[in-house]
C-alpha cells in the first residue's frame, strides 16, 4: 500500500512530463469541451435540477465556457505525438455547440486521429456536412424513444425530430461519413416504447442501436442514476 501511494505521485509526473515513456497508453482521449446543453432531460441533473452534483455545476456555469483553441490543439498534438492509437473523443457535455468542433476535428484527422462525437444530436443536421467533410469517424447520438416519449424526457418539443433528421442528412452523404450509433437509457419513462422506437430505425445502416440498463438500484448512486450496462443490439435489428 505504501509502495503504491509512494509510486502514484511518480506514475502522475511521468505520464505528465515524459508520457511517452508511460506504459499503458490509453485507447481513449475523452473531452468535455464546454459547458453548455440546449436540452433538460429529466434524467440529467441538469434537466433535474440537482444541483448539489459537479456535472450540475459544470454544465450550468455561470457563463458559457468553451475550451480555448490553442488548448484542443496542443492536446491533438500531443495525442498524436504520444497516443496515436487513441480515439479523440467529445463527450460529456454537448460538443455540437463547441465553436472549434469542426476545425478541431479537421485537424485531428490531419494528425492521423480517430474521432467520435456523443452527442444529443439536437443541432446535427447543421453540422453534419461540415463534420463529414473534416473526417469526424463515428457519432453516438442518445435518444430516448420514439419522437413523443424523447420530447417529454428531453423537456423539448424538437428534439427528436432535429436529431432523426440530422442522422438522416448523415447517412444520405455522398463520400466518406461517420459511422453512427444509437444509444438509448432505459428508464421508467420510456420502458413499454423501445420496440416502437427500434422500428423507426429498421431501415436505417447504424452501426449499433444501443439500450442501457440501469443496474444499480437508485440509493446506491448520489443524485443522477448513470446507465451502468449496455446491451448492444448489432444490425441486423430484431424487430
Ligand atoms: S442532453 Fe445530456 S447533458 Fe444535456 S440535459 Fe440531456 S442528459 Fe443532460
Redesign the pocket.
Known sequence: MLARRLLQPLKTANMRFFPDSFPYAPDWVVLGVNNA?????K?????AGYKASNFYHN?TGAKPLNMPRELIFKIIDETARYFPKAKLGYGF??PLLYPHLVESIRYAKQKRLTTALTT?AFGLERLAVDLALAGLDEVSV?LDGPPEIHNAI?GHARSFAGAFEGIKKIFKIKGPAPEVSIFCAVTEWNIGHLVRFAELFKSFPLRRLGFCIRTLPRPMLPGRTMPSMVVYTPPPFPV
Open positions: 446543453c440546449n436540452l433538460r432531460c434524467m440529467c441533473d441538469v434537466g454544465m457535455t454537448e444529443n442518445s428531453r
